[in-house]
């Protein structure tokens, strides 16, 4: 089991930064959304703010580094890099799934990264489906503390699951286990989908049982089915996982759907997001923090230079947007009548 779990990840980080994993045709809606230019902003650009609101704390940037890797080799690297460059920029820093953690002695730095980012936010992970595979609130505890983490997010990915081999496809009776971990961890829980979304009255019921933030991961992004299709040697699961390329919620359908529903709960929008202006746009619709993930992944292997550099492209390119409406703050950005959204 543990050399299977680390060669998965190990094979996951190669078939991201190598092969086509976005879905066919589904896009993230991103398109859809659009700002008028304000061409009299009435704001001094250096005066231009990004604070943000997660989870009742403020942070310099609405930033996250979204989960990625660890439990391989190469994580090392890839973490660390992320890690210190989080702390640089002070952006959120959450991990990739961390069963490995527990299930294996090998590569347990990478998911040790404290001691490079000793001021920010970081968010362990699990799959919600281990809980009912023997993952319950100590094994939780137990990752949450070997990792130093501030949080934890339990991941959904019940179409990745069916795809991997050997996937765990029992998500029965989830809901009353998440809610036994929020009324029992002493660190707020989130819930992130993995590439296909979180829709408004699954967000509601997951707030009503003490989740404190969901990360809708919506579609148009990285598709997990994707990535298990070149892992498979199952024909007919490769064939399914073509299939399900075009499948998912669209990130921004995610963002407004979500934010109707859950009131002042905190939003994370991932899925899709490349640059500053995807971030714009989110935030805009009712996000409060924007994850990137595989945007920065390449990075990440080469150096915290490198990474530092996409991180400032991207804050700038939130500030240019800011001010092309002539939204001085965040709280402004939301508010702002500039912005226009489609929905199908």
Not at 14 to 19: K, R
Request: include cysteine; aromatic fraction near 6%.
């Amino acid at each position: 089991m543990t050399d299977s779990i680390n060669k998965r990840k190990a094979e996951h980080i190669q078939i991201t930064l190598n092969e086509k994993v976005t879905g066919n045709e589904i896009t993230t809606g991103l398109e859809r959304v659009h700002f008028i230019h304000n061409a009299l902003p009435e704001i001094n650009f250096p005066d231009i703010a990004i604070e943000s609101k997660f989870v009742g704390q403020t942070r310099p940037t609405p930033f996250m580094i979204s989960s990625m890797t660890g439990g391989a080799a190469f994580a090392e690297t890839i973490n660390r890099n992320l890690a210190i460059a989080a702390e640089e920029k002070g952006w959120i820093f959450a991990l990739g799934s961390m069963r490995a953690l527990i299930e294996s002695d090998e590569h347990r730095a990478s998911f040790q990264v404290r001691e490079y980012a000793p001021s920010v936010p970081i968010i362990a992970n699990l799959g919600a489906v281990q809980l009912n595979y023997g993952f319950g609130v100590d094994k939780c505890r137990q990752i949450i503390e070997m990792s130093d983490a501030n949080m934890l997010v339990l991941h959904l990915n019940s179409i990745q699951e069916v795809i991997q081999p050997n996937g765990d496809l029992n998500f029965k009776d989830l809901l009353v286990k998440i809610e036994e971990l929020t009324r029992t961890l002493a660190v707020p829980v989130g819930v992130k989908e993995v590439g296909w979304g979180i829709d408004g009255h699954t967000a509601r019921k997951l707030c009503d049982v003490g989740v404190s933030f969901i990360d809708v991961a919506g579609a148009g992004g990285t598709s997990w089915s994707q990535v298990e299709k070149y892992r498979s040697n199952d024909p007919v699961k490769r064939v399914a996982a073509e299939t399900f390329s075009v499948w998912g919620n669209p990130t921004v359908d995610c963002i407004v759907s979500v934010r109707e529903e859950i009131g002042n709960e905190s939003i994370v929008a991932s899925g899709g997001m490349y640059t500053g202006l995807d971030a714009a746009k989110s935030i805009a619709l009712g996000a409060d923090v924007v994850g990137f993930g595989r945007s920065i992944l390449k990075e990440a292997t080469q150096s915290v230079e490198d990474v530092i550099q996409v991180m400032e492209t991207k804050e700038l390119e939130l500030r240019l947007a800011m001010f092309g409406v002539g939204a001085a703050t965040l709280p402004e950005l939301q508010a702002s009548d500039r912005v226009r959204y489609t929905k199908i």
